[in-house]
């Protein structure tokens, strides 16, 4: 029978030879959930605030409406009783779509702030990555030209 190989120290070489900063990664990690949770909060409120609205116009409407449904003594008065529902219900509209649109503008601002927070925030961990990155590298160019020069020596 066909034995498979064991790819244990193959990958094990592979991930040894790609290094990576567990702690950049933690950090990156704990951003980026830092700012989905900001997000999250910003998205939960409006819809919150949204839901306030609707059930208040749907309320407001539905009481309105119990005027038209009322039994009038003269046909006049259903003609009037619509046409003040009518109004009405044009007065609710742009009151409530005043209201999402406050929502809504509320919304963009704070998610202005966090994406520009965020950016930041991604910005510092890129430098602080950069200057480690740099300083490893320097440390390794120093030894290497220190080896170098210590076999040139001792020749």
Do not use: C
Not at 112 to 135: N, P, Q, R, Y
Request: hydrophobic fraction near 50%; avoid cysteine; charged fraction near 25%.
């Amino acid at each position: 029978m066909a034995k498979t190989n064991d790819f244990t120290k193959i990958v094990q070489d592979m991930m040894a030879a790609f290094p990576a900063d567990a702690h950049g990664m933690r950090e990156a990690f704990r951003t980026q959930a830092a700012f989905g949770e900001k997000m999250t909060r910003v998205a939960v409120e409006a819809a919150e605030k949204s839901t306030e609205i609707t059930t208040r116009w749907t309320r407001d409407t539905l009481g309105r409406i119990q005027n038209v449904a009322k039994a009038k003594a003269e046909p006049a008065d259903y003609t009037k009783a619509v046409t003040d529902f009518a109004s009405g219900a044009a007065e609710l509209a742009a009151e409530n779509l005043a209201a999402f649109a406050e929502v809504a503008k509320k919304v963009q601002m704070e998610t202005i702030e966090i994406m520009l927070a965020a950016g930041k925030d991604f910005s510092e961990d890129a430098t602080a990555a950069v200057k480690k990155a740099t300083a490893e590298v320097t440390g390794s160019v120093k030894r290497t030209t220190a080896a170098a020069a210590a076999a040139a020596a001792a020749k």
